[in-house]
């Protein structure tokens, strides 16, 4: 499997294409497909670690998908570096121009360049396609621009599968990015309540720059680490209303007709539908009846998958 890397270690020359690549969905995989193509250099993708508008704007980006989630499907599209470029508040001052002859042209050695249509970079973010067209017009640097892709909905981006994810539409996601959406997680002791209901749960810890779907009760395939078997699991996401409005909100997997002890395994799991929105029930009776009709709705949606 390919590794991160550090533009210090890059293989040279490349063909390349630079961008946050979050989600690798079908325009992102358009772009790869012409980095690859350039096959007498090494195909290579770089993005910036972390996200510039973290830097510059303190914002919080939520990832489709984290640095080392990409590296196995960037593997399959043909890609064989993924370079990460620490983005600071010196780097974010260089010219589009200047970032062009030092970091692509001189650092990373490009002889292939693929961007998208709209791609804006440097300063300000004052660079375009233009830009760089300008500044190879001299070198025997090929240039790629490719155009942006869409479907009946308008562009497909980053942005809209999030906001699907946080809609909870798991089927139309799965479109835009062309596979199953899933996060990962390390199992962590939890206060053994549903055990004692007669659900016991592993409880995730989960990177906080993950992005999760919507609030409520899954429907999801559960893979255990170092293991191929996908199992039949109900999840809960979010906050616990009956036992304690309170506690933050938590990721807690149940395996169907399943008894294994997880504490301090890594766990990937992928929703598949969602069930239910969260709700509070009187006791917790109520609430065992009730995750246990989750179950068999969750057994019912995994039946009609496999047909």
């Known amino acids: 499997m390919i590794s991160l890397i550090s533009p210090s270690e890059v293989k040279n020359p490349t063909s390349i294409a630079i961008g946050s690549f979050d989600g690798l969905h079908a325009g992102h995989r358009k772009?790869?497909?012409?980095v690859?193509?350039?096959?007498?250099?090494?195909?290579?993708?770089?993005?910036?670690?972390?996200?510039?508008?973290?830097?510059?704007?303190?914002?919080?980006r939520l990832r489709l998908d984290l640095p080392n989630e990409?590296?196995?499907?960037?593997?399959?599209?043909?890609?064989?570096?993924?370079?990460?470029?620490?983005?600071?508040?010196?780097?974010?001052?260089l010219s589009a121009e200047i970032f062009i002859r030092d970091i692509l042209i001189?650092?990373?050695?490009?002889?292939?360049?693929?961007?998208?249509?709209?791609?804006?970079?440097?300063?300000?973010?004052?660079?375009?396609?233009?830009?760089?067209?300008?500044?190879?017009?001299?070198?025997?640097i090929k240039l790629k621009i490719i155009p942006i892709l869409e479907d009946n909905e308008g562009r497909i981006s980053s942005s809209r599968i999030r906001d699907l994810l946080e809609k909870?539409?798991?089927?139309?996601?799965?479109?835009?990015?062309?596979?199953?959406?899933?996060?990962?997680?390390?199992?962590?002791?939890?206060k053994g309540i549903g055990k004692s209901i007669g659900w016991p749960t592993a409880n995730l810890e989960i990177d906080g720059r993950k992005l999760l779907p919507g609030e409520g009760v899954y429907?999801?395939?559960?893979?255990?680490?170092?293991?191929?078997?996908?199992?039949?699991?109900?999840?809960?996401?979010?906050?616990?209303?009956?036992?304690?409005?309170?506690?933050?909100?938590?990721?807690?997997?149940?395996?169907?007709?399943?008894?294994?002890d997880l504490y301090g395994l890594h766990l990937s799991i992928e929703p598949v539908e969602k069930l239910r929105s969260q709700i509070k029930f009187k006791n917790m009776y109520q609430l065992s009846n009730q995750i246990k009709k989750d179950k068999n709705n969750a057994l019912t949606i995994f039946k009609n998958k496999k047909k």
């Open 31 to 34: 772009l790869i497909k012409s």
């Open 168 to 190: 909870s539409d798991l089927e139309n996601a799965f479109k835009m990015l062309n596979r199953p959406y899933s996060f990962n997680g390390k199992v962590v002791k939890g």
């Open 70 to 93: 990409k590296l196995p499907i960037l593997e399959d599209l043909g890609i064989e570096q993924l370079v990460l470029i620490p983005f600071d508040e010196e780097l974010s001052k």
């Open 36 to 60: 690859v193509e350039e096959n007498q250099y090494t195909p290579t993708i770089a993005s910036f670690w972390p996200h510039p508008r973290e830097v510059l704007y303190r914002e919080t």
């Open 219 to 260: 429907a999801a395939w559960t893979t255990i680490e170092n293991s191929n078997q996908k199992i039949e699991s109900v999840m809960n996401l979010g906050s616990q209303p009956t036992i304690n409005p309170l506690l933050p909100s938590a990721v807690e997997v149940h395996l169907i007709n399943k008894d294994i």
């Open 106 to 140: 001189n650092q990373l050695q490009a002889k292939n360049i693929s961007v998208g249509s709209n791609f804006k970079f440097g300063f300000k973010r004052s660079g375009d396609v233009n830009t760089i067209k300008n500044t190879l017009k001299d070198t025997d």
